[in-house]
């Protein structure tokens, strides 16, 4: 985005949303159905970490369950009730509740197991080189010299 025509200051919940709501190959691609990610740190040219304003509709998920072996990740809890899973258990959170994720630690995701909306903010570093790691799924992701993300499965094949 042309630096001229950056914000200086938005309402969070008016920034656009990401047209697609992920890149996971399909099978999981459909398990995305009930997450919007609205990229804050985008819209002002933030380029060392990323910034999402995310809602997880009732059912939705925030990602499968996955680690990172560089990057970290923090979530703020803005409204809602959702789950925080971990390969060591489950918590439930609230509003005004946060958790982080350093590279290489527990696998995690977010479930909304509720009738109603989570709105979150989820924070992320973008260091070149991650790798993404999913215990549960048959699914490897790395990143390119471009940061953008690559899926196989677990033993290289392509989706």
């Known amino acids: 985005m042309n630096e001229s025509v950056r914000p200086i200051a938005i309402m969070a919940n008016e920034a656009p949303p ?5 890149n996971y190959p399909v099978p999981f691609f459909s398990r995305m159905a009930g ?3 609205r990229p804050l740190g985008d819209l002002f040219g933030l380029v060392n970490f990323g910034v999402n304003l995310t809602t997880l509709l009732p059912g939705g998920e925030s990602a499968l369950l996955h680690r990172h072996t560089r990057q970290d990740e923090f979530i703020y809890i803005l409204t809602g009730e959702p789950t925080l899973v971990t390969d060591q258990g489950e918590v439930p959170l609230k509003p005004g509740m946060c958790a ?3 590279a290489k630690g527990l696998a995690h995701q ?3 197991r509720t009738g109603s909306d989570v709105v979150y903010l989820e ?12 215990p549960l799924d048959d699914l490897k992701a790395v990143t390119d ?6 899926f196989t499965h677990k033993d ?4």
């Not at 924070?123 to 999913?134: K, L, P, V």
């Not at 290289?156 to 989706?159: I, K, L, N, Q």
């Open 110 to 112: 977010l479930v909304n």
């Open 35 to 37: 997450r919007e990610k």
């Open 100 to 102: 982080g994720f350093p």
């Open 18 to 22: 990401k047209l697609k709501r992920s």
């Open 123 to 134: 924070i992320g570093d973008r260091t070149a080189g991650d790798e993404g790691a999913y």
């Open 156 to 159: 290289g094949r392509p989706y």
């Open 145 to 150: 010299a471009n940061g953008q993300w690559s």
